[in-house]
């Protein structure tokens, strides 16, 4: 992941994690999230069938802070991003839950908070999930 021409962050096998917060999360949403992704079996084991997690593959995290996930395209044709989080309240949950997947026993790898980043992604597999907490 790139800032200004510069690499911040990179990753070895595992997720890249687009997190988005809405104005409704909380710390304990932070937490839970990150409980879930570290033990999701969502990687495959040696039949192929998706059966091993973030944890039973030694995999990493890379996370990057993305409020335009919370967009609400309901009406017209512009997004509206009222209900994301203002930074003041996102970067805290943010880091919160980078914490928290790293107390899991993960290796976490961050973007820069509200920084416009380029994003590189080899995917691996056809497995691309949105989790909702």
Do not use: W
């Not at 990179?10 to 917060?21: E, N, T, W």
């Not at 990057?64 to 949950?93: E, W």
């Not at 820069?112 to 909702?132: C, H, K, Q, W, Y």
């Amino acid at each position: 992941m790139a800032v200004d021409d510069g690499l911040v962050a990179a990753s070895g096998a595992g997720l890249l994690i687009l997190l988005g917060v809405a104005t409704t999360d909380a710390a304990e949403t932070a937490e839970d999230l990150a409980r879930k992704v570290a033990r999701l079996r969502i990687f495959e084991n040696d039949r192929g069938h998706l059966d091993r997690s973030l944890l039973d593959v030694r995999g990493e995290a890379l996370v990057v802070s993305q409020f335009t996930l919370i967009a609400d395209t309901k009406k017209g044709n512009r997004p509206s991003f009222t209900d994301a989080a203002a930074a003041d309240l996102a970067k805290p949950l943010y880091d919160a839950f980078c914490v928290a997947l790293e107390a899991e026993g993960v290796r976490v790898a961050r973007g820069v908070f509200g920084a416009r980043m380029e994003v590189s992604l080899v995917n691996d597999g056809p497995v691309t999930i949105v989790l909702d907490a």
